[in-house]
Nanobody, 124 residues
Framework: QVQLVESGGGLVQAGDSLRLSCAASGRTVSTYAMGWFRQWSGKEREFVASINWSGGTTAYADSVKGRFTISRLNAKNTVYLQMNSLKPEDTAVYYC?????????????????WGQGTQVTVSS
């Protein structure tokens, strides 16, 4: 089993930056692809970014491309989401996810493990 714990969320102003962290425990996720998703109240969970097992391949939603950067440090069993130039529409609960098989993926169903989420609120 893999447990994922997100941290780093908070309340910021438009244009600010935040870095989210996702710490994995239970087993190493160095062979897993990792992803970040977000969800607004009453909406479906939406893909944000994904990174393959080595960190050499990444994928982003069009809405965050050029502003967000996903990275990982396998030695620390941790994945990060650097969010720059934040907009009010980035306000959501952000979830970290892990999937067996090291390839990036953008669909919720491909991920087996999920964290509890961290709230990001961007004020205008």
């Amino acid at each position: 089993q893999v447990q994922l714990v997100e941290s780093g969320g908070g309340l910021v102003q438009a244009g600010d930056s935040l870095r989210l962290s996702c710490a994995a425990s239970g087993r190493t996720v160095s062979t897993y692809a990792m992803g970040w998703f977000r969800q607004w109240s009453g909406k479906e969970r939406e893909f944000v970014a994904s990174i393959n097992w080595s960190g050499g391949t990444t994928a982003y939603a069009d809405s965050v491309k050029g502003r967000f950067t996903i990275s990982r440090l396998n030695a620390k069993n941790t994945v990060y989401l650097q969010m720059n130039s934040l907009k009010p529409e980035d306000t959501a609960v952000y979830y970290c996810a892990a999937k067996r098989g090291g390839l990036v993926a953008s669909t919720v169903a491909r991920y087996e493990y999920w964290g509890q989420g961290t709230q990001v609120t961007v004020s205008s």
